[in-house]
């Protein structure tokens, strides 16, 4: 009987295509959508960690003022002597990297590129979780003496050198000479969309006294923790000490910010994450949608079949019979409905992955969830379709034309 119905259904969904097609548009759409939006909100998630984590593991970043931009500048900048009280007084942290950053133009012959150079120690490139390509790290003489060396990029060497090892050229930065000692292996894109490799970075004191001209301050100092400590005491350590040395009462605000990149990333995760889930139920709702369009069509059907059901049931077909034919028709509907809709999602975050850079991340388990939920919506929106044809009466169905 169960075989019966189902090829019943079948030929029913046959024999009318195209209006089978409209009828299961909603549900397409809604699947389509559902899985699109979560799909693009997983890689989305996935590539906002992987960028946060390129800046460096258990890193806290802690830099003067308590806003971004324009405010930040109002408060003190940091000194070179509180890296050092922070190096000798916070046992947990592995590094601190004192730095300042300052845009400056980049010549070689008849090149030129305008890029970020960052003015720091070797600690820097731990902290920051650098490793070189090719050549070394400052030596001890070089970052106390402020001598004129850097180390590149890997899009500063794409803009200057092509594809020729840098290491032992020259670099004019702005109006002075500078040797490239070393290569940083290529990070690629950061957060906000930031190239990473397009930096220069040069011992501290070069970097304050030639481009900067102010020699002991600072704009950041970029701190790494070691493994197992605890970041929340860390950062209230971290805290009690710049309060105490920027002389602040305890009346007042702190006039420095301390940044967690493991807490910005489980913020920046979690942001995304409700926003795909509202984006999501939006969607959803073209489900439902769908499934009342199946109800309806199905209710039209039971009427244009309505001498087809009282030949069956004159001729000894059961009440169960009926309901079972027309709820398959409905349960297939919405199936195929679902099917079509997860190839169509398919497709679609391909091409969007492609358009937005965002990290194809196909969960298998979502589109389980999609299918047994369209299937469910054909049993819901045609379980009234299915019972009214089941409970015609054979007589009255007969005399139907």
Not at 325 to 339: K, Y
């Amino acid at each position: 009987m169960f075989l019966n119905a189902i090829l019943l259904a079948l030929r029913e969904i046959r024999r009318n295509l195209m209006r089978s097609f409209l009828t299961i548009l909603g549900i397409v759409i809604g699947v389509a959508a559902v899985i699109t939006m979560v799909t693009l909100g997983n890689g989305a998630t996935r590539m906002m960690g992987e960028q946060i984590s390129s800046l460096g593991s258990n890193l806290l970043i802690l830099r003067p003022g308590q806003r971004m931009g324009a405010a930040a500048f109002g408060s003190a900048a940091f000194r070179v002597s509180d890296a050092d009280a922070l190096q000798m007084q916070v046992l947990a942290l592995r590094a601190v990297a004192p730095m300042v950053s300052h845009s400056a133009p980049l010549v070689v012959g008849n090149e030129n590129w305008s890029s970020s150079v960052t003015g720091s120690t070797n600690d820097y490139l731990m902290v920051g979780n650098w490793q070189l390509a090719s050549g070394r790290l400052f030596s001890a003489e070089e970052q106390q003496s402020g001598r004129a060396v850097c180390i590149i990029g890997e899009t500063v060497r794409n803009k200057l050198f092509g594809h020729q090892n840098p290491v032992g050229a020259q670099i004019r930065v702005k109006n002075f000479s500078c040797p490239v000692v070393g290569l940083l292996v290529a990070k690629g894109q950061g957060a906000m969309g930031m190239d990473q490799d397009d930096t220069v970075f040069m011992p501290l004191k070069a970097v304050q006294r030639r481009l900067i001209g102010k020699p002991q301050d600072i704009n950041f100092i970029m701190l790494s923790m070691r493994d197992n400590a605890d970041s929340t005491q860390v950062m209230a350590q971290i805290r009690r000490l710049m309060r105490e040395r920027r002389k602040l009462a305890e009346s007042e605000d702190d006039d420095f910010t301390i940044m967690d990149t493991r807490q910005i990333a489980e913020t920046l995760s979690g942001t995304i994450g409700t926003m795909t889930m509202l984006l999501g139920a939006v969607a959803a709702v073209s489900l439902l949608v769908g499934g009342i369009g199946i109800m309806n069509i199905m209710l039209v059907s039971v009427t244009e079949r309505t001498r087809e059901i009282g030949i069956r049931l004159a001729i000894g077909a059961m009440e169960n019979e009926v309901l079972l034919q027309f709820l398959i028709e409905a349960v297939a509907l919405s199936a195929f409905g679902g099917l079509i809709g997860i190839a169509l999602a398919f497709v679609s975050c391909l091409i969007l992955s492609a358009v937005t850079q965002i990290p194809f991340d196909f969960d298998p388990g979502i589109n389980l969830v999609s299918f047994v939920f369209s299937a469910a919506i054909g049993v819901l929106f045609g379980y009234m379709p299915a019972r009214r044809a089941a409970r015609l009466d054979p007589i009255e169905a007969l005399r139907h034309e």
